[in-house]
Each structure stands twice: as C-alpha cells, then as structure tokens.
C-alpha cells in the first residue's frame, strides 16, 4: 500500500480524533493534507501542528483570525467558512476524504469530493439519507468509491468481500439499544439529555449518542444501508445486540449469515476504510471469545423507540421524506440536548413535520438545500409549540 493523502472533514469530533489516532499509529502510511472543525479552534491547531498538516478550515469564519495566528509560523495554511470545505477537498494533494461531519452539513462536501474523483470514506450518514439518490448516482458517474465508516455498514462491507457473487437475502443491523434499552417508557419520557448522553458501549458525539437512545440513529443507518448496499428496506432487519460484538450480519439464500464480529471500537472500521482493502495493525482491544459468554439479540420495542419506524416509513415513502424526516429530527434533537422539548417529543415533531411534508423528489444538490431548509423551517415551526 502506497501513502494515502488524508482530508478529515471535522477532525475534532469523534470519528475525528479517532482518525487521527488510527493515522498516529500509521505515520508511514498516512500524510494529512486538510483538517476541518466547526468552533474547536483550539484543538484543530494542535492536531495541525502535530500532523503537519498543509491546510485547515475553521468553519466559524469568527475564529479564523485564532487559527491563523496561532499556525502562522507552522506554516499552515488556514481558511473559513464551509465554502473553503468544499473547494479544498477536491485539490490534487488529497487522495481520500473522510467525511466525519455532524448532520446534513456533511452532504456539500461529499458531492464536491465525489465529483473531484476522490475516494470517500463516509461517516456521515446522513448524506446519504437525505440525498441518497443524487449521491449513489454521482458516484457511479465519476467511478469513485464509497467506503463506510459506521461500524455497522462496515460490518456489512467486510461480509459482502467474502460473498462472491452470491445474492444477499436479508442485511441484519445490529442496535445496541442504547442508554435506555431496559427502562420502562414512563421513564424514558422523564428522561433528560444527561441520561441519553450516557450511552453503555461506544463514545459518540451528543447528537449521534441522542440518536441512538431514540433509536434514530438505527434508521438512518437502514436508509444509508439502501444506498450503499442496493437492497429493499423490507430485507433490512434490526435486531437489538446490547453486547456490541457482531457488528452487523449478512444473510444469503440459504439461510447461511455472515457476521463481522470485534472490540466495540470506531478505529476498526475507520482504518479499514483508510486503508482498504489492506488489514492494518491496531492497538484495539482484541476479542476473548472464551470470556465473551453469551451474546444476545432481541426485537426493537417500537412503542417505547418510534423513531425508529418513522425511518422506515420515510424509505418507504421515498422522494424527499428521507430529507425531510432527518431535517426535523436534527431541529429536534437539539431543542432536547438544550432542555427545551422531552424525549418523546422528538419523534412527535419528527412525525408531525413529515405529516404536512410531501415527498416529491430532488434531483440536484440546490434542490435537497431547499427541501432541508423548508422542513427545518416546518419543525422550528412545530416545535415552537411544544413546551417543556
């Protein structure tokens, strides 16, 4: 495997740092080229300096003069703002971008990079579940691959390698079942931020672990599995694996599944997509199946997570509600990280903005920018009546 030039688009967050970590054990393999962050100034300079890296974008353009001064004499070259994101990813110094930015923002960036021709190593789901449809077919245009980082789509990559030809029954998602998988629903109707943030298995960013006690985050990732992997939600089963362990499972025609099974870590399948198709060392926690014991799985309990079939019922529904299910729930989602909506709320405003949504399709990037403002712009609306 050659040196591969790196972008990280949010290389602050999570997913991130954790690519930095996985390129920090690989300094013979990775250089990065660009790193962008929303407001963590302080952090994006220190990962600049410590990676020297050629460039940077503080997308809060109020903090550019910050991150200019402080990498003036490292020779970095800084920028703001969003459009700078989209203009660089395409540049000839870059031969992969990892999209690790929050919510639909990561949508612009990812069509830029894909119609540069670069290969993208995707965590930004939903990309695809709000333009699923313009960014499949952009990448089939300009041949570029697009390789997922979510642990559970990489599950699913890494059993389709050794799947042949063979069709694919059924794609198992495994969930979980998040902070409040046991509770009972008049609990998780109390519930508040603090506790969805407490997510039992994996370190995520405040919106993603939110989505994923609401059961949310499990949608979205039926509908990126439609795009990525080509197949009808209805051969898309969640299955609640509290463990963590099986990543995800494909099923073939006669009954016989693959799993993808490790240590409940981002870095594994983010250095996949790094450095695929080659298996790199990790210094991950490595499965001990003998201490392991047992592993469980269990229906999702749609009464007590309906976000969940709303996902379902916005693929089903097809055209725009997709964007505009993710719409109202990012609208959502941040109304309750503020304390200003209850749990339950959520998946009300989400289900109320898509009742008075239609689904016609978009077809350009201009037209899915439109439909994401309209149906934020209908759950702000909504949401303004509802009181904590």
């Not at 990812?110 to 952009?138: D, H, R, S, Y």
């Not at 439609?226 to 995800?248: G, M, R, Y």
Request: charge should be negative; include cysteine.
């Amino acid at each position: 495997m050659g040196k591969r030039r790196i972008a990280i688009l949010g290389s602050t967050g999570s997913i991130g740092t954790q690519a930095l970590d996985v390129i920090r054990q690989h300094r013979d393999l990775f250089d990065v080229e660009l790193l962008t962050a929303n407001n963590n100034a302080e952090l994006l300079v220190r990962q600049a300096i410590e990676f020297d890296a050629n460039a940077v974008v503080i997308c809060n353009e109020n903090k550019y003069d910050e991150v200019n001064s402080a990498l003036l004499p490292h020779d970095v070259k800084v920028f703001a703002g969003m459009d700078a994101v989209c203009d660089l990813v395409g540049g000839s110094n870059i031969d992969m971008v990892l999209t690790a930015l929050v919510g639909f923002s990561g949508l612009r960036p990812t069509v830029e990079a894909i119609k540069a021709g670069k290969p993208v190593a995707l965590a930004n789901k939903e990309t695809l579940v709000a333009a699923g449809a313009l960014v499949t077919a952009l990448a089939r245009e300009h041949r570029v691959p697009i390789l997922p980082v979510d642990s559970e789509h990489s599950a699913i990559f890494q059993c389709l390698q050794g799947a042949g030809n063979n069709a694919v029954s059924r794609i198992h998602l495994t969930a979980s079942g998040g902070p409040f998988r046991t509770w009972e629903k008049s609990a998780i109707a109390a519930a508040r931020a603090s506790d969805a943030l407490k997510h039992p298995n994996w370190s995520m960013g405040a919106k993603v672990t939110v989505d994923s006690a609401t059961m949310m985050n499990k949608g979205l990732e039926v509908i990126e599995a439609k795009w990525l992997f080509d197949i009808a939600p209805d051969d898309i089963n969640v299955v609640v694996h509290p463990e963590s362990v099986v990543h995800s499972m494909v099923e073939f025609e006669d009954g016989s599944v693959l799993a993808q099974l490790a240590s409940p870590d981002m870095r594994e399948p983010i250095q996949y997509a790094l450095a695929y198709p080659e298996r790199l060392s990790l210094n991950n926690r490595k499965l001990d199946f003998a201490s392991l014991g047992s592993l469980s799985f269990f229906a999702p309990d749609p009464d007590r997570f309906p976000c969940l079939g709303l996902a379902f019922d916005a693929i089903r529904s097809g055209g725009n509600m997709p964007c505009v299910m993710n719409a109202a729930n990012e609208v959502a989602v941040d109304a309750f990280l503020r304390d200003r909506i209850g749990f339950y709320d959520i998946p009300a405003i989400v289900r109320d903005t898509m009742a008075v949504s239609d689904s016609t399709s978009a077809t350009t990037l201009g037209g899915f920018l439109e439909i994401n403002a309209e149906a934020k712009a209908r759950a702000s609306e909504i949401l303004a009546s509802y009181s904590n």
